[in-house]
């Protein structure tokens, strides 16, 4: 169970489901290796967004996703949004150095980034499960989730080093790209949202259960 801002974000994308194994012939389209993170030892790390310029001139058409990480990876969230939404010092934002770039690692909150603007800017791109070192998100057969041009690739992460020693961990993801004609069915990312979940405490030193339930009219 993810646990964000004390609330629960489901992200779903029509028909696609996800995989917790490699298989099924994966053919890398593209790739990046995002910059290593460094999480002492005990050390709880959010607020920190990576980013990956596609820099496509045309659309693209994303029919797999995989993620590969080192550890350390709570969760991570991934979108794609326009190439100027979250750009480097800009006039309203704080100045974050001359050395700040479209593409690499920083701080969300230099930013201005949240995970709500980040989709209503662009899309869902992919859901890293909780602890999952790798995992592959798959859709059915011609069908695909369209990226725009000029998009980049932005990812909210939260690393947590339960280990003994310090460590640099990164990400790596790759996509699996379909051809136009090949897609009959473009997919479009959408969202529930739960707030206000109480989880009940112990009772006498027993665990309790709890369950909530979601229904929703996709006409």
Partial sequence: MRLIALSIIVT????????????DGFVASLSHDF???????????????????L???????VRKIRQINDGGWHHSNWFFVPERVFEP????????????TLE?????????????L?????????????????????????????IPPRSVIVGSTHLLNISAN??????TIEVELADREDVDVRLTPF??????????PMVDGVPTESRTSLECCLL
């Fill in 12 to 23: 779903l994308l029509l028909v696609g489901c996800g995989e917790t194994t490699p298989s």
């Fill in 35 to 53: 910059d290593p993170q460094m999480i002492d030892v005990s050390e709880e790390s959010s607020g920190v967004c990576q980013s990956w310029v």
């Fill in 55 to 61: 820099d496509n001139d045309e659309p693209i058409y």
């Fill in 89 to 100: 010092n800009q006039p309203h934002f704080e100045d974050e150095g001359p050395d700040a």
């Fill in 104 to 116: 690499g690692t920083w701080n969300c909150d230099d930013r201005r980034f949240s995970e709500y």
């Fill in 118 to 146: 980040a989709a209503a800017a662009g899309g869902v791109f992919f859901a890293q499960s909780t602890q999952a070192l790798e995992e592959i998100q798959a859709f059915p057969d011609r069908a695909a989730l369209e």
């Fill in 166 to 171: 310090p460590m640099a961990t990164a990400m």
């Fill in 191 to 200: 969202s529930f949202f739960h707030g206000r979940l109480n989880i009940p």
